[in-house]
């Protein structure tokens, strides 16, 4: 009997903790005018999911269930993703984090304000928004991740904040409309693909602290029509510059030592180009169908380790070619600044002491 009634409240235990848990997980989501709101912490919820069919949808900064405010503190990954008739949405600044592919394939969303309270965003965050014109980043976000603006073709305006260090691969792929960038100092990595296909990018300023210019980096960028590559870069890498046909000036510093296959290949208009002895490696066809282009070689002969087919158009080549010396850079730190000025003002001093002394001789 003793067996039978524990058994029987082990049932009814196991029945209420079932129901207590039934309860709590139908009170952590609720919606409000089309937007699903998920519990993540006593006092906070994110944006789950909304309506297809939105068309525009202010975020408030707190909702309100079952007598309970809480404050709305991110954008769960997928929100907003195919919300194909959303134009407009507004973001409070309790937003703290937006996740992948948040708002994804809103192909009608033109324009959008990213408040500066946001310092994590993932990627996939704006690919496909095929109607985005113009955005501004937070300025707490430290990288701008893979494919985050992916064939936004109208995006026309993006201002990238210092403090980015990282920008993924093929983020700005596709944005047919991009005219011109710059890249602060901060940024360290650019990904494979970053700016591929931006046909209508005709300007482009990169940071000083870039070591590599990946893969297809620039692909394809049709208006582009010079390109310094900052002191610094080590490697070019394949088709980094391929299919630029309206370049026509590229400047490579003496940190150069690798350029890869096919990097400046189908580049037209590219006339002539200085290689500094620094370049030990050069790959396969790297000015591909270059016909016009004159190659003048810091080096008294090919290294040895290029590659046999490195111009396979035939381009001319002179070696032995006489560079300028790379500009001379300030150091940034004020420390520095001021050993500079202190060392050309004492050298200052030693030549004018020199030069009094030889005219009072000269006058005994």
């Known amino acids: 009997m003793k067996k039978i009634i524990g058994f029987i409240y082990v ?6 903790l079932f129901s207590m848990t039934n309860v709590k997980a139908a009170t952590t989501t609720f919606n409000i005018d089309g937007v699903a709101y998920s519990q993540t912490s006593e006092t906070e919820v994110e944006v789950r999911i909304a309506k ?10 707190t909702v ?34 937006i996740g992948i592919g948040a ?10 304000v990213i408040p500066n309270s946001v310092a994590s965003m993932q990627y996939e965050i704006f690919s496909r928004c095929e109607s985005l014109t113009k955005i501004v980043l937070p300025s ?16 026309e305006t993006v201002t990238i904040p210092e403090g980015i260090k990282s920008i993924g691969k093929e983020a700005f792929r596709g944005c047919r409309s991009l005219k011109n960038i710059v890249i602060p100092d901060s940024v360290e990595s650019l990904g494979e693909g970053a700016f591929s296909y931006c046909v209508s990018l005709s300007s482009v300023t990169l940071s000083k602290k870039l070591k590599t210019i990946e893969k297809d980096t620039f692909t394809n960028c049709s208006s582009l029509t010079s390109i310094v590559i900052p002191k610094g870069v080590t490697t070019i890498g394949m088709e980094a510059f391929n299919c630029c046909n309206n370049l026509e000036s590229v400047t490579i510093p003496r940190s150069v030592t690798t350029v890869e296959d096919m990097a400046f290949s189908t580049c037209v208009k590219l006339t002539s180009i ?18 016009d282009l004159v190659i003048y070689c810091e080096a008294e002969s090919q290294p040895v380790e ?3 087919k490195w111009n396979m158009t035939g381009s001319h080549v002179e070696w032995g ?14 420390t520095g600044l001021i050993v500079l000025i202190i060392g050309i003002v004492v050298i200052s001093t030693v030549v004018v002491i020199t030069i009094s002394r030889k005219k009072n001789k000269n006058r005994k």
């Open 274 to 291: 200085e290689i500094p002895k620094s370049v030990t490696y050069m790959g396969v066809s790297v000015f591909g169908l270059c016909y």
């Open 64 to 97: 309100t269930n079952q007598g309970v405010e809480y404050t709305v503190t991110s954008i769960y990954k997928g929100a907003f993703d195919s919300c194909v008739y959303l134009e407009n949405i507004s973001l409070p600044d309790t937003i703290k984090s």
């Open 103 to 112: 708002f994804r394939s809103c192909t009608k969303l033109k324009e959008i």
């Open 11 to 16: 049932l009814i235990l196991t029945f209420v």
């Open 140 to 155: 707490k976000i430290t990288e701008i991740g893979e494919y985050f603006f992916y064939q936004c073709s109208k995006l």
């Open 306 to 308: 290029w590659h046999e």
């Open 321 to 334: 070619h006489e560079m300028p010396q790379d500009a001379i850079e300030l150091p940034e730190d004020k």
């Open 52 to 61: 297809k069919d939105l068309t525009s949808i202010v975020i408030p900064s």
